[in-house]
């Protein structure tokens, strides 16, 4: 069973914090994903990455960035938070090929508030 | 460019009654779309792909080109129907590209 874990499922930050949000994945899967998730907004990337040390701008990637050190490990960091990155954080991933090739299985998120 | 609409944002419907969630996309090229489900307090989870042409829970789509529609159906809802649900577009990089959402709502 492909297992998606985010470390964090709750967090309360202030206004010019930094924020990590891990992601972890057990499938070694090639490509990973952050996804932002806003009601009437839908899912929006953020950053996606499709190897260790590889990284890519999603759709929204200003505010944010990423690290990639591990194959199995995806960071989503905010250098300096603020209120409008308020939201629930997806993180997910996926495999370049074989049975599930395609497939993208998501973490259960992490809900950020900024205060 | 490359897009996902979904027109609703709230489908209710009574236990029993056919539920059809509408999906429009926008790919110059051959798409592959699915369908993600998230049930509350649940992780998001893939529902079906066209790919495959499965039917998953009773739910069935069918790609329309000549429409680019991928509308998700189901001909007698349940309870446990009630949820999220989002259409997706892969595009040509292996990301996937997701609609704003229609929340299910069904009425006992």
């Known amino acids: 069973d492909v297992k998606v874990t985010q470390s964090s499922r709750y967090l309360v930050k202030r206004t010019g914090e930094k924020v990590f949000l891990e992601c972890v994945q057990d499938?070694?899967?090639?490509?990973m994903f952050w996804y932002r998730q806003d009601p009437g907004l839908g899912l929006r990337l953020i950053y996606f990455?499709?190897?260790?040390?590889?990284?890519e701008k999603g759709d929204i990637p200003e505010g944010y960035s990423v690290s990639r050190e591990k194959k199995e490990r995806f960071s989503l960091i905010l250098e300096s938070a603020s209120t409008n990155q308020t939201s629930m954080y997806l993180c997910?991933?996926?495999?370049?090929?074989?049975?599930?090739?395609?497939?993208?299985?998501f973490g259960e998120g992490s809900w950020l508030t900024v205060v | 460019a490359q897009r996902v609409t979904q027109p609703e944002k709230l489908l209710s419907v009574f236990k029993g009654a056919p539920v059809e969630l509408k999906c429009n996309y926008s790919y110059s090229g051959s798409p592959e779309l699915f369908w993600y489900v998230q049930y509350s307090r649940q992780r998001l989870q893939l529902l079906l792909r066209?790919?495959s042409r499965e039917s998953i829970k009773g739910f069935t789509a069918d790609l329309n080109k000549g429409e680019t529609s991928f509308h998700l159906k189901k001909p007698f809802a349940q309870e446990e129907d009630s949820a999220m649900y989002y259409c997706a577009l892969k595009d040509n990089t292996d990301k996937l590209i997701f609609g704003t959402g229609t929340r299910l709502q069904v009425f006992p």
């Open positions: 990455s499709y190897d260790v040390k590889m990284k």
């Open positions: 066209h790919i």
């Open positions: 997910a991933s996926s495999s370049l090929g074989g049975p599930s090739g395609n497939t993208i299985y």
């Open positions: 499938m070694d899967h090639e490509n």
